[in-house]
């Protein structure tokens, strides 16, 4: 939309003639959606911020305009702005999601291994050979 069009359909809109904006929107871009013009000026609304350094401000108009979550809208903002947004840093692969199994696995092993270990030094099996024998008692009565 050139600028000319996008200021008759911001007078028409001031002027309180939203039925004539929305027809000439829909002549000069062919979208029937209701919603489209009020996008359409939110989003040359968020360009002209985004031009004078007013990001936030910005962020809003564009939520309002498309009714959608702060995370989206700063994601389409970044996208007008024609910067990138960074990419979120990998999860390490122990503690991501698809790797917490691993972790699991991992602690249950460990934990059966010193159960074991706890088990066969503390409690003696039944057969145990090992067990100190205590020493002859002597009888008196020999003497």
């Not at 050139?2 to 000069?28: D, I, P, S, T």
């Not at 360009?47 to 389409?76: D, M, N, P, T, V």
């Amino acid at each position: 939309m050139r600028a000319e069009e996008e200021e008759r359909l911001r007078k028409l809109v001031a002027a309180g003639e939203q039925v004539n904006a929305e027809r000439l929107y829909q002549e000069l871009t062919g979208d029937p959606s209701e919603s489209g013009l009020r996008q359409a000026l939110a989003v040359s609304d968020v360009r002209r911020l985004l031009a004078s350094g007013q990001r936030i401000e910005a962020i809003k108009i564009y939520r309002e305009a498309f009714a959608c979550s702060l995370i989206e809208a700063q994601k389409e903002v970044q996208a007008l702005a024609g910067k990138r947004p960074t990419p979120p840093s990998p999860a390490h692969p122990l503690t991501s999601g698809k790797g917490m199994p691993l972790v699991i696995l991992v602690a249950c092993l460990a934990l059966m291994i010193i159960a074991a270990l706890a088990l066969r030094l503390f409690v003696p099996d039944e057969g145990d050979d090992t067990a100190p024998i205590p020493p002859p008692v002597q009888s008196e009565q020999a003497e």
